[in-house]
């Protein structure tokens, strides 16, 4: 492959990855305003919860429930939003 071609390439994948940093600074950005939002005490106690869970369930069964709670959270942050939404109406 010639030079141009590669460099090329290489030019090609600093973009993306400047632009993938970009997107993770703004999640990251997200996430630690959402965070100062909540009381310190909320986030020791889930923690302790969690810790207390994941102790009782196992690594495995709670690795399994996290990532079905990933995938449902997008649905069950639509039914909350819709529930919201006929309740201001009513």
Known sequence: MKRHLLIKKI????RKLALRSEVISVVSQHA???FRQ???GW???S???A?????RIG???AYTLGFTGIRLFPMVSNAFNLGRHFGAQG
């Open 38 to 40: 909540v009381h310190p």
């Open 47 to 49: 923690g302790m919860l």
């Open 11 to 14: 030019e090609a994948q600093e």
């Open 51 to 55: 810790g207390v869970l994941v102790n």
């Open 59 to 61: 690594v495995n069964r």
């Open 43 to 45: 986030l020791v106690g």
């Open 32 to 34: 630690h305003f959402a």
